[in-house]
């Protein structure tokens, strides 16, 4: 079909639409609050440490803003990224956690990670790496949470905060 495939993934049979483009790799700035891309918005905060809480939501990756390395960019990930996984300080292929995590097939190609300076810091809706934890050490958290934008409210907004003309 043009518009749809047939994947075996496991035991089960899917059918999911073709991806029309691949997801476009973007830079992201240091002041930069939002970016949207394929239907994801990434929004990005730095708070202070103090008497922040840690969200419970795999949408959400509070990093030590300190040791992230601006520009930040968000791509696809691909054969031979790794990680290591919060909690782990040993490397971990990005294909084996998703296969770990059971990522079905047809939403692996979908995945997307958030780098700094090369190195993997979020596998975004999925697990952060160890070494952009917060620790007591942090002062400064830098939140990013994803979320799917409706078709109809897609915007071209750049991210940046209202500049005067």
């Known amino acids: 079909s043009p518009t749809h495939r047939l994947v075996k993934d496991r035991t089960a049979l899917v059918i999911t639409p ?12 240091e002041g930069q609050t939002s970016l949207e891309r394929e239907g994801r918005r990434l ?3 730095v ?19 300190q040791a992230m390395q601006y520009p930040l ?6 054969a031979g990224d ?35 300076n090369g ?4 596998i975004v809706g999925h697990r952060i790496d160890n070494r952009f934890k917060i620790t007591d050490k942090t002062e400064r ?13 897609r915007s071209s907004s750049d991210g940046y905060p209202d500049k005067e003309a």
């Open 119 to 122: 190195s993997v810091a979020w």
């Open 18 to 29: 073709k991806s029309v483009a691949d997801f476009v790799s973007a830079t992201v700035e």
């Open 141 to 153: 958290v830098l939140v990013v949470s994803v979320a799917t934008v409706p078709s109809s409210t």
């Open 43 to 45: 929004t990005f905060d």
């Open 47 to 65: 708070r202070a440490r103090e008497g922040f809480r840690i969200p419970p939501s795999p949408l959400v990756a509070c990093l030590d803003a």
């Open 73 to 78: 960019k968000v791509r696809s990930w691909k």
């Open 82 to 116: 790794w990680f290591c996984p919060l909690g782990m300080n040993q490397k971990k292929k990005i294909s084996d956690f998703l296969i770990d995590e059971k990522v079905p097939l047809n939403l692996k190609e979908r995945v997307l990670v958030l780098t700094s």
